[in-house]
């Protein structure tokens, strides 16, 4: 079986810096993943495809200077409990430590998508007829609503309507082959 996953982390009260250099932030953060999928993939598990991360550094609706970071990848597998938990949690443990030594932030929250196109934060609110958004596994405040964060990490659906994501967000997204994609439907 093959499946399609997004991850995003939110550190809030990042350093303010005059360069935060997110190339080379891209390009780190894309090599830890490689590296713990390298580590993680087995006989039940294969890590196909990682996709190039999306870094951005904003003020949130509360003023805390924000670095979001959304990742995603592929992967094959072959059992039941196939979720890449163990990955995830290598990964935002190694971005913790590099994001909080170079930009002094802190994991605010975290979320996870599988085959559906936003990875975002909601309260159990529809933002399209039969299209939810995933709730974020980490920590949610009673008060957060679903325009927090939310970004396209999937974008190959013509009837989404991207506007009202990038109202809120810099226009950034994830467009994976349609191969690599071809299971999820509508």
Not at 139 to 149: G, Q
Not at 162 to 174: A, L, R, V, W
Request: glycine share 4%.
């Amino acid at each position: 079986m093959h499946a399609d996953r997004g991850l995003t982390a939110i550190y809030r009260n990042i350093e303010r810096k005059n360069d935060y250099k997110l190339e080379w932030l891209k390009k780190t953060v894309k090599e830890v993943m490689e590296n713990q999928a390298k580590k993680k993939s087995n006989s039940t598990i294969n890590f196909e495809y990682i996709v190039d991360p999306i870094i951005n550094v904003f003020d949130d609706y509360r003023e805390n200077y924000t670095l979001a970071i959304v990742m995603g990848y592929n992967y094959f597998y072959n059992s039941e409990d196939h979720y890449p938990h163990q990955f995830e949690k290598e990964v935002l443990k190694s971005l913790g430590f590099l994001i909080g030594s170079e930009y002094k932030g802190v994991l605010y929250c975290f979320g996870i998508s599988q085959d559906v196109p936003y990875v975002g934060r909601q309260k159990s609110k529809e933002i399209f007829e039969g299209l939810l958004l995933q709730n974020y596994v980490g920590p949610i405040p009673s008060d957060a609503s679903f325009d927090l964060y939310a970004w396209n990490v999937v974008s190959e659906w013509s009837w989404v309507d991207n506007s009202i994501i990038y109202s809120i967000f810099p226009e950034e997204k994830i467009t994976l082959p349609k191969s690599k994609i071809s299971n999820i439907s509508r």
